[in-house]
Nanobody
């Protein structure tokens, strides 16, 4: 059974950093690219970042570009989201998700949550002083 498990969330002050991890079990990440989404109550799920399995290309939402970095550790079957210069508006539940799509399509599809095959349970990130 495929499972994605997020970890690393917590409470941090504005300007601080957190690193989220998405660990895959039940299969390897060889055939899926991984993205991070976030959601606050009453709002739609928002795409944050994605890393392509095919060519390692990374994609970021404009709201996090320059502050967040996505990366992969193949040996650990884990994808990370390094979040720096955090702002109160980054507060949300963060989810990782897996999508099977070639790199040429991923750059167009990665922000569409309905295209993803598997989802984690989410981890809360709160940015507050």
């Amino acid at each position: 059974q495929v499972q994605l498990v997020e970890s690393g969330g917590g409470l941090v002050q504005p300007g601080g950093s957190l690193r989220l991890a998405c660990a895959a079990s039940g299969y390897t990440l060889d055939y899926h690219s991984i993205a991070w989404f976030r959601q606050v109550p009453g709002k739609a799920r928002e795409a944050v970042s994605c890393i392509s399995r095919d060519d390692g290309a990374t994609h970021y939402a404009d709201s996090v570009k320059g502050r967040f970095t996505i990366s992969t550790d193949d040996a650990k079957n884990t994808v990370y989201l390094q979040m720096d210069s955090l702002k109160p508006e980054d507060t949300a539940v963060y989810y990782c998700a897996a999508i099977s799509a070639p790199a040429s399509l991923l750059q167009m599809l990665w922000m569409a949550s309905d295209k993803y095959d598997y989802w984690g349970q989410g981890t809360q990130v709160t940015v507050s002083s």
